[in-house]
């Protein structure tokens, strides 16, 4: 899988190990992190645009929760990016 991000070029083999996955989920959380802190935002103010709680907003920048495809839609719309993922 790749995922295409401010254009930088990430790839995840779709067959990652559990840490290998929870390494991929706390670089996508830390993007997330530093393009809210880049707008100037806090997390309660994201959160407040995504209707979760700023302690759901603190979880996805930390990696320990699974985000579904909704979620990193919204999130990209409410921060301005894209995220564009391709087999």
Avoid: C
């Avoid at 706390?26 to 103010?45: A, N």
């Amino acid at each position: 899988m790749l995922l295409l991000y401010k254009g930088l070029l990430f790839y995840f083999d779709t067959r990652l190990s559990l840490e290998q996955m929870s390494d991929a989920k706390e670089v996508i959380g830390q993007l997330i992190r530093d393009t809210r802190k880049s707008k100037g935002m806090t997390q309660q103010d994201l959160a407040g645009k995504l209707g979760v709680t700023r302690h759901q907003v603190a979880k996805y920048e930390s990696g320990t929760k699974n985000m579904t495809l909704e979620t990193i839609q919204r999130l990209s719309t409410e921060l301005g990016v894209s995220f564009t993922i391709t087999p």
